[in-house]
C-alpha cells in the first residue's frame, strides 16, 4: 500500500538509500531499500523508534507541542524522520552527499498522502 509512494521518495532524492513508514513501538508497516548494502531500514526504524518515542514524550511533557520532524545526521548516513501521526512516522535514509532539502521537502509533501491511508 506504501510501497510506491516509499519508491518515488527515495528515487526522487538525490543519495536516497531507503524509506519506511513505521509505528512508534517499532513494528513496520512498510518499507522500500535502493541499496540494502548500506542499512536496513527496518533494523535502523526499530532502533530508533525507542528514542524518537522518547524525543515525542518530552516534546509533550515540556509543553513544546507535537514533533513534526526529526533528523539524525551519523557519519555514515543521514535519518530524517517525519511524524505521520501519534502512532507512526515516515522515515528517509540518505547518503552523507544526498540532497537533505529535498528529501526534507518530499517527505513534507508526502506525509498528508501517507495520512490518508493510515
Known sequence: MFE???RSIVDGVEGGVAGLVMGFDGI????YSRDTSLADITTV???FSALL????RAAEILEFGGIQEIT???ELLTLVVRV??????LALLLRPDGN???GRYLLRVMAPKLQAEL
Do not use: D, R, T, W
Open 84 to 89: 505521520l501521526s501519534n502512532e507512526y512516522f
Open 100 to 102: 537533505f532539502g529535498k
Open 72 to 74: 539524525i545526521k551519523a
Open 53 to 56: 518515542s522518547q524525543v515525542k
Open 4 to 6: 510506491k509512494p516509499l
Open 45 to 47: 526504524g526499530m532502533e
Open 28 to 31: 513496520a508497516v512498510e518499507s
